[in-house]
T-cell receptor, first 114, second 109 residues
Framework: DTAVSQTPKYLVTQMGNDKSIKCEQN?????MYWYKQDSKKFLKIMFS???????INETVPNRFSPKSPDKAHLNLHINSLELGDSAVYFC?????????????FGPGTRLTVL | ELKVEQNPLFLSMQEGKNYTIYCNYS?????LYWYRQDPGKSLESLFV?????AVKQEGRLMASLDTKARLSTLHITAAVHDLSATYFC?????????FGTGTRLTIIP
């Protein structure tokens, strides 16, 4: 059983397009996250939601908009894609918020913007 | 702003040898995680260190935390090829993880 799943696994698109990445967790966790891993493998948090409420919003262009329809899902929509958005995007989940337990990561979505 | 630095960034070591990866961070925290990432794969949780002096061991890996020195170490004993991966430390400040730069470990037969 997959704990944290993401779709799609690979996404290749042209500059200027709008795309979405979906994330679902079946761990019963109440906090979910989006991370970006760049070509140098550097990982940085983008957003975090606890029980559908935004609790972490890093300095991310407003072209990126997370949406959490329920606490098991956290989607990431990206408008007007740019070359610099090419990266691997990881979703993660954990139990708790300010003093969260271990974060469990999804398989990642490799986004390539041409 | 919290800075988390790992060294070395790259490490090639022979099978059977011992080595240590260091993780230094700039702001007080008593929660630190170690993760492993295989090429093209996701991150796998290895250790959670929740207090000063915490030590955790799993197989050939042992992690420790010194919150006063703001230092965590990941020690590898008698390395085997299966341990080849990138290792990340991550410091937790009120639920927000800041990751280190990663250490790419290659074990040579």
């Amino acid at each position: 059983d997959t704990a944290v799943s993401q779709t799609p696994k690979y996404l290749v698109t042209q500059m200027g397009n709008d795309k979405s990445i979906k994330c679902e967790q079946n761990l019963g966790h109440d906090t979910m996250y989006w991370y970006k891993q760049d070509s140098k493998k550097f990982l940085k948090i983008m957003f975090s939601y606890n029980n559908k409420e935004l609790i972490i919003n890093e300095t991310v262009p407003n072209r990126f908009s997370p949406k959490s329809p329920d606490k098991a899902h956290l989607n990431l929509h990206i408008n007007s894609l740019e070359l610099g958005d090419s990266a691997v995007y990881f979703c993660a989940s954990s139990q708790g918020d300010l003093y969260a337990d271990t974060q469990y990561f999804g398989p990642g979505t490799r986004l390539t913007v041409l | 702003e919290l800075k988390v630095e790992q060294n070395p960034l790259f490490l090639s070591m022979q099978e059977g040898k011992n080595y240590t990866i260091y993780c230094n961070y700039s702001t007080t925290s008593d929660r630190l995680y170690w993760y492993r990432q295989d090429p093209g794969k996701s991150l796998e949780s290895l250790f959670v260190l929740l207090s000063n002096g915490a030590v955790k061991q799993e197989g050939r890996l042992m992690a420790s935390l010194d919150t006063k020195a703001r230092l965590s170490t990941l020690h590898i004993t008698a390395a085997v090829h299966d341990l080849s991966a990138t290792y990340f430390c991550a410091v937790d400040i009120v639920g927000k993880l800041t990751f280190g730069t990663g250490t790419r470990l290659t074990i040579i037969p």
